[in-house]
């Protein structure tokens, strides 16, 4: 969602044996749960991958009688100034029977609530402590906990320095870059704008929208394409592929459709592949 990386302290409520299950909704392009907050709700939280630690709007804080705790810098996924936003306390956040405990969430109010559906947005590694945690695009279920999917011969790819991010390689034809897989992306895939005439477009850029950051718009352009993208052990097919100003490719929730997504936090490593459900 290029939403900023924050650093947070979390400790996993003694994990229980075997894996946690929830569903997601997908209606607005992003994986939408549903989680308790200090043993209230349930309110609807992307689970994004392009995200760290638990950021919600400000009408949650007030309707859940938090307070404002203080004030930190997060920064900007595209390497602009530092932003200066409110923190808060929670005490707990449930998923699926899985909880963490301790979590310092920033205050933004990003974006339309009603068109994105929720009203906060949690990273994965939120749930670090439970060793893993996957997304099955097949069925719209995150497990957290649980023993390994994948086994050794997969293609798993090591954590980069972006870690809790994940960020690993994608190629597109001759050109490989590093990718983030950004569940809170509803579209398939951005590339950088300074690699992006590198790949076999089919027709010339076109300028189709912005997007947004923590501290900046950016413009979007946008090209046809019919080259697949190979990340991991996994092929997925391209019609269109945008770019702007950002050093990394990024890959979305629209990319993910079918696909099996584990991320093991013990080994600091991810795999994709195509889902079985």
């Given at each position: 969602?290029?939403?900023?990386?924050?650093?947070?302290?979390?400790?996993?409520?003694?994990?229980?044996?075997?894996?946690?299950?929830?569903?997601?909704?997908?209606?607005?392009?992003?994986?939408?749960?549903?989680?308790?907050?200090?043993?209230?709700?349930?309110?609807p939280f992307i689970f994004d991958t392009g995200?760290?630690?638990?950021?919600?709007?400000?009408?949650?804080?007030?309707?859940?009688?938090?307070?404002?705790?203080?004030?930190?810098?997060?920064?900007?996924?595209?390497?602009?100034?530092?932003?200066?936003?409110?923190?808060?306390?929670?005490?707990?956040?449930?998923?699926?029977?899985?909880?963490?405990?301790?979590?310092?969430?920033?205050?933004?109010?990003?974006?339309?609530?009603?068109?994105?559906?929720?009203?906060?947005?949690?990273?994965?590694?939120?749930?670090?402590?439970?060793?893993?945690?996957?997304?099955?695009?097949?069925?719209?279920?995150?497990?957290?906990?649980?023993?390994?999917?994948?086994?050794?011969?997969?293609?798993?790819?090591?954590?980069?320095?972006?870690?809790?991010?994940?960020?690993?390689?994608?190629?597109?034809?001759?050109?490989?870059?590093?990718?983030?897989?950004?569940?809170?992306?509803?579209?398939?895939?951005?590339?950088?704008?300074?690699?992006?005439?590198?790949?076999?477009?089919?027709?010339?850029?076109?300028?189709?929208?912005?997007?947004?950051?923590?501290?900046?718009?950016?413009?979007?352009?946008?090209?046809?394409?019919?080259?697949?993208?190979?990340?991991?052990?996994?092929?997925?097919?391209?019609?269109?592929?945008?770019?702007?100003?950002?050093?990394?490719?990024?890959?979305?929730?629209?990319?993910?459709?079918?696909?099996?997504?584990?991320?093991?936090?013990?080994?600091?490593?991810?795999?994709?592949?195509?889902?079985?459900?």
């Amino acid at each position: 969602m290029l939403l900023p990386i924050v650093a947070t302290m979390l400790t996993a409520v003694s994990p229980a044996e075997g894996v946690h299950r929830a569903a997601f909704d997908l209606s607005s392009g992003r994986p939408v749960v549903e989680i308790m907050i200090n043993g209230q709700g349930p309110y609807p939280f992307i689970f994004d991958t392009g995200a760290s630690g638990a950021m919600m709007r400000s009408s949650l804080v007030d309707e859940l009688g938090l307070e404002i705790t203080g004030r930190r810098s997060v920064n900007s996924p595209a390497g602009g100034d530092p932003v200066e936003v409110d923190t808060t306390e929670l005490d707990h956040i449930a998923l699926g029977g899985a909880g963490t405990d301790g979590i310092q969430a920033i205050v933004i109010d990003f974006g339309d609530p009603e068109q994105m559906g929720s009203v906060g947005v949690i990273g994965p590694d939120i749930f670090s402590d439970y060793g893993r945690v996957a997304y099955d695009f097949s069925i719209n279920e995150v497990e957290i906990g649980g023993t390994l999917h994948h086994g050794e011969d997969a293609s798993w790819q090591d954590f980069s320095a972006t870690t809790p991010l994940i960020e690993i390689p994608i190629r597109v034809g001759d050109t490989t870059v590093p990718v983030h897989i950004d569940t809170g992306n509803p579209s398939t895939l951005s590339f950088p704008e300074d690699r992006v005439q590198e790949l076999p477009l089919t027709g010339p850029l076109r300028v189709v929208g912005q997007a947004r950051t923590i501290d900046r718009v950016m413009e979007v352009q946008s090209a046809p394409i019919d080259t697949p993208a190979i990340i991991g052990d996994v092929e997925i097919p391209l019609t269109r592929v945008v770019t702007f100003p950002l050093p990394f490719a990024n890959m979305g929730s629209a990319a993910l459709d079918g696909l099996y997504l584990e991320i093991d936090w013990t080994q600091h490593r991810a795999a994709l592949s195509e889902a079985e459900g």
